[in-house]
């Protein structure tokens, strides 16, 4: 590790970086409770009478710990001796037995074995807001998208905004989406009302527009869209731009991949490239990225993009969903279903940043 290193990876998570530390935790305390075993069969000490902690109550006292320089030298010079005979020199002898005993009193006899049921992890604020959690959003209030006019207001917005304002206002979406999909509200209630009047939070979001014109039926919509202008801000300045998507799904095609997808998006306009992004970038954090439940359930990495971006044309994340447009349902025909040039959900990631460097380079080049 080094300073550059993410500080991720020294906090224990269940998923990405932070499970390194997380393992690190769990072998190290295993590693205790295995020792003590094996003291007890050697001292004919019954294991179940031993204290036991969980580990969130754990501190120093509870863990086999010292120093060799603090706790074991002072302990070993205590208990030998030394002696001089004339012409063999300084004799140096242990009291082994005595020694032994101070070891057991103060390393051993007060320790604990720690119940290791339940470990406490780091959960992000970016993980507290995924697809099962707009899932249970959409069963508590149905979501619509922002009419397209005024969702090109908004982007105008955010455009001017600082790259903390953003983060800030998709920060303050999040807290009013964990009340809401448990309290639930009237759809149709302007959503910056609900936010100040009912949550307490003053200039709640970054665009004026927003605060306006959104309702609580669009909160779901709103918060993707600053998502994505987020993403686009962190990946135009190279940054690690999907810090909160699993790495599962940010394996890097092959080259013929990469061919048969430039291939496909090399004949599209500005205009659909843009609308593209949006939808490819919703289908990952809405469809694709979803948490695992157990062993038995799909594992997304392994669905063909084409399949999954079917799946969530076919049943949309949104109500009153319009009609797909044909250059869409044509781009997604293009999509191998089979072969080594088959795309999968593992490289879609890869697939939303080739299509936002094609939409950037042919934006420029309109300049």
Excluded at 8 to 21: F, H, I, K, M, N
Excluded at 173 to 189: H, N, Q, R, T, Y
Excluded at 213 to 228: D, F, P, R
Excluded at 293 to 310: N, W
Aim: charged share 25%; with cysteine.
């Amino acid at each position: 590790m080094e300073e550059r290193t993410p500080i991720a990876y020294v906090l224990p998570s269940e998923r990405d970086t932070g499970l390194c530390s997380y393992a690190l935790l769990f072998f190290l305390l295993e590693k205790q409770n295995l020792f003590l075993q094996k003291y007890c069969q050697q001292s004919k000490t019954k294991y179940d009478s031993l204290p036991k902690v969980n580990v969130k109550d754990l501190s120093a006292a509870h863990l086999i710990s010292y120093h060799p320089d603090r706790d074991l030298l002072p302990m070993v010079l205590a208990n030998c001796t030394y002696s001089f005979e004339v012409g063999q020199g300084t004799k140096v002898e242990y009291n082994f037995t005595n020694l032994e005993r101070q070891l057991m009193d103060r390393f051993l006899f007060t320790k604990s074995v720690i119940l290791l049921k339940e470990i406490d992890t780091v959960v992000y604020r970016s993980e507290t807001t995924n697809a099962v959690v707009f899932i249970h959003l959409r069963d508590r209030i149905k979501q619509e998208r922002i009419s397209a006019s005024l969702l090109s207001q908004i982007q105008t917005d955010l455009i001017q905004k600082t790259f903390p304002e953003v983060c800030d206002s998709i920060d303050k979406l999040d807290i009013a989406i964990s009340f809401m999909k448990s309290v639930g509200c009237d759809p149709e209630s302007p959503l910056s009302d609900f936010m100040i009047n009912i949550l307490k939070i003053d200039e709640s979001l970054v665009s004026q527009k927003a605060q306006q014109s959104c309702k609580c039926k669009h909160i779901q919509c709103l918060w993707v869209t600053l998502a994505l202008e987020k993403t686009k801000r962190l990946e135009n300045n190279n940054k690690e731009s999907f810090d909160n998507i699993s790495s599962a799904f940010k394996q890097k095609p092959s080259e013929e991949q990469n061919d048969t997808l430039y291939e496909i998006l090399d004949i599209l306009q500005v205009e659909q490239l843009e609308s593209l992004s949006q939808m490819i970038f919703d289908c990952i954090l809405l469809t694709i990225d979803m948490p695992q439940k157990d062993e038995e359930s799909v594992d997304m990495s392994k669905v063909g993009l084409k399949e999954a971006v079917e799946s969530y044309l076919y049943d949309p994340p949104y109500a009153n969903e319009a009609l797909t447009p044909d250059w869409i349902q044509r781009f997604v025909t293009a999509l191998p279903k089979d072969g080594e040039s088959r795309l999968l959900c593992c490289h879609s990631v890869e697939t939303w940043i080739t299509i936002n460097e094609i939409f950037t380079d042919k934006k420029d080049q309109m300049l």
